[in-house]
């Protein structure tokens, strides 16, 4: 028993050893810059001022929620469309495209479709955002394959001009870019229900509709969860899309999210303390959302 004891305070150390770093990076990188965000979001800050910031307590909050020149209220609406726009394609797509390449594609061809979509996971935001400024130009391909399409030859469908289609623009730039990183998600989860299931299930009767939805989904919730989760709060946190966008002369009102205005606000105008206390909403924003995917999710331990 003595001699068990010591192994287990031995694995317990080490355990604790290798812990360590992952702890101290976070706490660096991520605990202290919510602390002093939320610390700064009490005084009024310049970025260049060497006086002392005079403490406003929750006047940089109370201005965000009824001053009109904040902007505030329209980076919600904008952040909300944004990821709502693109958040539910992506979640329902990528475990489309899933059970597509593991269940209908042979292998050879799986490999390469999971290949072309997740290449453009690899590239920079700003790559992304670049390659489809291209695209939107107004003789870019966007309105090519458009005009093609409906049979509408010369039109400009103003993909960075329009205030409608540059919110569609941004939530496309960012659906090609990460569609192939959830797919690959998808297919781990797929992969990991063990076939003697769907054997059995067909044994039995059931047909491959039913076989979804009464054994593919209910496996497969831990890996809906944190797709669900990562998709989520990956929009909430977009940022370069939008900033090249506006900076190529789309207009900044329709993609004027949280983030961007963070950095306006920030960098541009020098108010950190009106950036941090807007930076403070969002991560509450984003705290309370998975929360509540987690809740609605029940997300149990899976038994096969």
Known sequence: MKHYGGIEKKQARWGFIFVVPAILFFSVFSFYPILNALYTSFFDKRVLSLNTPPFVGFGNYTYLFTSQTSGFWNSLRATFVFTIGTFIPLAVLSLIFAVFLTQVVGRKAR???????????????????????????????????????????????????DSVMVQISTMLVYFWKYIGYFVILFITGLSSIPPSIYEAATIDGAGKWQAFWRITLPLLRPTVVLVSIMAMLQCLKTFSTQYLFTQSGAPQAPINVI???????GITNQRIGRASAMSLVLFVIMLILTWLQFRASKSDEVEY
């Open 111 to 161: 490999n390469f479709f999971q290949i072309a979509f997740y290449t453009p996971a690899v590239l920079s935001s700003v790559v992304a955002a670049a390659i489809w400024m291209l695209i939107f130009d107004p003789r870019g391909l966007a309105n090519q394959w458009i005009n093609s399409l409906f049979h509408t030859a010369g039109v400009d469908h103003k993909w960075l001009s």
């Open 259 to 265: 983030t961007l205005n963070i950095y306006r606000t």
